[in-house]
């Protein structure tokens, strides 16, 4: 009998025991992820040289007059800036991917979906707030800042503070687009009310104003107020999507309390 129980009953196999790397492994992880990244950086670099004279007719054509360097290594500093920086935006996203696959294993399976939502979406955020930036916002500062010239005041614009200028200001505005996001994430952490939101409305205008005062590199009310509207409209629209989450959360819960006996 014992022998039929034994070939009926089989031992179980003992669990998996998953083993920690050591710290030397990866610590050559990251340096192989670095090399990965730093080989698309110098390739993507490149490519923005070969093409850095469409890039700059790009920037420049919001401001729609010459720009001019001061120095005899003007014009190779605004090329080779103009080559990385456009080398740092193609590659980032080999970046993302190379961290993402870093941290991978000390995230949770459950998350890992949401973790890539989430970077989908700023990097949506970051790309929709550039295009309104320099389609719409920076065309419009440049034109009422021009307008204070005269026969007496003409500009001369050098390289290097145009890119700083339409650098900081897209930037900024690919940063202030992250706000929805910001607020659902706080929202997954603790439930935010809605009615508290409308609240503090007030104080959201109020920030604004100083935000834009802050990110702008002019100091005019007309400046900052192309800038702390779309902050206003992002504060209703996060609102709004707040509001379809937190009532499609409460609708699956009551969908589950009413399924158990």
């Given amino acids: 009998m014992s022998t039929k129980l034994r070939k009926r009953n089989p031992q179980k196999k003992p669990p998996k025991v998953q083993v920690k790397q050591p710290f030397l492994f990866h610590l050559q992880e990251l340096r192989d992820r670095l090399l990965w990244y730093l080989a698309s950086f110098a390739i993507a670099s490149a490519i923005g040289?070969?093409?850095?004279?469409?890039?700059?007719?790009?920037?420049?054509?919001?401001?729609?007059?010459?720009?001019?360097?001061?120095?005899?290594?003007?014009?190779?500093?605004?090329?080779?800036?103009?080559?990385?920086?456009?080398?740092?935006?193609?590659?980032?996203?080999?970046?993302?991917?190379?961290v993402l696959r870093f941290v991978e294993p000390a995230i949770p399976k459950n998350t890992k979906l949401g973790v890539a939502k989430f970077l989908a979406a700023s990097c949506l955020l970051v790309v929709v707030g550039v295009v309104f930036a320099y389609f719409v916002s920076l065309p419009a500062a440049l034109y009422f800042l021009?307008?204070?010239?005269?026969?007496?005041?003409?500009?001369?614009?050098?390289?290097?503070?145009?890119?700083?200028?339409?650098?900081?200001?897209?930037?900024?505005?690919?940063?202030?687009?992250?706000?929805?996001?910001?607020?659902?994430?706080?929202?997954?952490?603790?439930?935010?009310?809605?009615?508290?939101?409308?609240?503090?409305?007030?104080?959201?205008?109020?920030?604004?104003?100083?935000?834009?005062?802050?990110?702008t590199p002019t100091p005019d009310v007309f400046n900052q107020l192309i800038m702390a509207v779309p902050i206003i409209l992002l504060y209703q629209v996060s609102i709004f999507v707040i509001w379809l989450i937190n009532k499609h959360k409460k609708e699956a819960h009551s969908g589950i309390s009413m399924q158990k006996p």
């Fill in 146 to 215: 021009s307008s204070f010239g005269s026969e007496e005041m003409a500009s001369l614009i050098s390289t290097s503070e145009y890119f700083s200028f339409v650098s900081r200001y897209m930037l900024g505005f690919g940063l202030l687009f992250q706000l929805p996001l910001v607020m659902v994430l706080v929202n997954s952490f603790y439930k935010l009310k809605i009615r508290t939101l409308f609240r503090y409305q007030k104080w959201v205008v109020l920030v604004s104003f100083i935000l834009a005062a802050i990110l």
């Fill in 49 to 98: 040289y070969s093409i850095h004279s469409s890039i700059i007719s790009f920037l420049t054509k919001p401001l729609g007059q010459t720009l001019y360097y001061s120095s005899p290594a003007g014009a190779f500093d605004f090329v080779l800036t103009i080559s990385l920086f456009f080398g740092f935006l193609a590659s980032l996203p080999v970046l993302i991917y190379h």
